[in-house]
């Protein structure tokens, strides 16, 4: 596990910044780096736990991808986030760009929008 998903079992957005900004070097390797069985990002971990809207925007903002998912279900970011009731990080991941189309290995479309 890397020392950002450590950061964001934090909540804290001072810890999860200072993170991001001193050692996110290389976007990809550290803001979409996959660990554990189900292979999270730290966006998806953020999201999955609850984090506020400043930690979910820095993530997306420095090159987190809005279209990350559980890899053993395929659940994407933007499904995790309406299964837990969040819409403002709903809506970040509609404005970054998260596939509202998108489907998880039991086939469920993700129908709540009508755009």
């Known amino acids: 596990i890397s020392i950002l998903h450590h950061a964001i079992d934090s909540k804290n957005f001072e810890t999860v910044s200072t993170i991001v900004r001193q050692f ?7 803001m979409n780096r996959e660990v554990g069985i189900h292979k999270w990002t730290p966006l998806y971990r953020a999201i ?17 991808n ?9 659940t ?4 995790m986030a309406i299964i837990r009731g969040n819409l403002i ?6 404005a970054h760009g998260a596939d509202t189309r998108s489907l998880s290995k039991v086939e469920k479309k993700n129908n709540l929008f009508s755009f």
């Open 24 to 30: 996110n070097q290389d976007k990809d390797i550290e």
């Open 48 to 64: 999955v736990h609850d984090c506020n809207k400043e930690i979910i925007e820095l993530l997306l903002n420095h090159g987190a």
């Open 66 to 74: 809005a279209q990350c998912e559980d890899k053993t279900t395929n």
């Open 76 to 79: 994407t970011a933007l499904q």
């Open 89 to 94: 990080t709903t809506q970040l991941l509609v």
